[in-house]
């Protein structure tokens, strides 16, 4: 009897926490090494054990067959990862922006781990991956992934999700945005660099003594960083927008598939 009972909960619990790891492995400020291993490891269980015990959430739910749950457990992550994954990208165009404007610079060859993706990125897009995470804080973003979660389960309850055209679309448009969302965001600096390599042309031609090579690696860096610290004050609007455009897009998903 108790042993049955402890299966019925049990299985509503593991659904809930293969969907909160799958998010949590893909969310920005859960993911990557930014929170080690055990502590996103005991956030998962109490996070489930909060909306199970706390939410009645799987709590009418019937424990199928050996293929069923496998199944389900199936569909909960590919609801949890497509939830991370809509997030990741569009959060991604922060570093990505980094990526693009680096290289114009002269920093490209400055790399360092990102402590987000886990892997060598230009000095200049680690920095602005936690500038945008600590924007991402600040508007209680982590917090609003969580009230997110828990509507996830209102709008694809436990083991219902089909993952459809809407699901793709919704990915493929989070895609997009990411790309559009890191032009915008290094375009101010991007014109400026090109104006300076203008001036420097017109230079080299009229005084061919001069090293290019050298003053320009000099200039660029000076003034992107210059454009840089006058630019990040001006983009936080911005950046907040686009933080909460994708969280709104992660309950888009949601009501897509």
């Known amino acids: 009897m108790f042993l049955s009972a402890f299966i019925d909960h049990l299985y509503p619990f593991f659904l809930i926490?293969?969907?909160?790891?799958?998010?949590?492995?893909?969310?920005?400020a859960y993911g990557g090494r930014l929170l080690p291993p055990q502590v996103k490891l005991a956030l998962v269980i109490a996070v489930s054990l909060a909306l199970h015990f706390g939410f009645g959430i799987g709590a009418d739910l019937v424990r199928p067959n050996p293929d069923g749950m496998i199944m389900g457990?199936?569909?909960?992550?590919?609801?949890?990862?497509?939830?991370?994954l809509v997030l990741d990208?569009?959060?991604?165009?922060?570093?990505?922006?980094?990526?693009i404007v680096a290289p114009q610079m002269g920093m490209a060859i400055s790399q360092l781990i990102d402590p987000q993706t886990?892997?060598?990125?230009?000095?200049?897009?680690?920095?602005?991956?936690?500038?945008?995470?600590?924007?991402f804080l600040a508007i209680d973003g982590h917090l609003t992934i969580l009230r997110g979660?828990?509507?996830?389960?209102?709008?694809?309850?436990?083991?219902?999700?089909?993952?459809?055209?809407?699901?793709?679309?919704?990915?493929?448009?989070?895609?997009?945005?990411?790309?559009?969302?890191?032009f915008r965001l290094?375009?101010?600096?991007?014109?400026?660099?090109?104006?300076?390599?203008?001036?420097?042309?017109?230079?080299?031609?009229?005084?061919?003594?001069m090293n290019v090579l050298v003053v320009g690696f000099i200039i660029?860096?000076?003034?992107?960083?210059?454009?840089?610290?006058?630019?990040?004050?001006?983009?936080?609007?911005?950046?907040?927008?686009?933080?909460?455009?994708?969280?709104?897009r992660m309950m888009l998903f949601l009501k897509t598939v």
């Open 17 to 28: 926490g293969t969907r909160l790891t799958a998010l949590f492995v893909l969310a920005p």
């Open 73 to 84: 457990i199936l569909r909960e992550f590919a609801v949890g990862a497509g939830m991370g």
């Open 89 to 99: 990208l569009i959060f991604s165009s922060i570093g990505f922006a980094g990526s």
């Open 118 to 135: 886990e892997s060598m990125q230009p000095l200049l897009s680690t920095f602005m991956t936690m500038v945008g995470v600590v924007f």
């Open 149 to 182: 979660l828990v509507d996830s389960y209102r709008l694809v309850p436990l083991g219902s999700f089909v993952f459809g055209g809407g699901a793709m679309n919704a990915l493929l448009d989070a895609g997009e945005q990411m790309f559009f969302i890191a």
């Open 186 to 209: 290094s375009a101010p600096v991007l014109a400026l660099i090109m104006f300076i390599n203008v001036g420097l042309a017109v230079m080299a031609r009229a005084v061919p003594q």
């Open 220 to 248: 660029t860096i000076g003034i992107g960083i210059l454009a840089m610290a006058l630019f990040f004050p001006l983009a936080g609007p911005y950046m907040r927008d686009f933080i909460e455009s994708a969280l709104e």
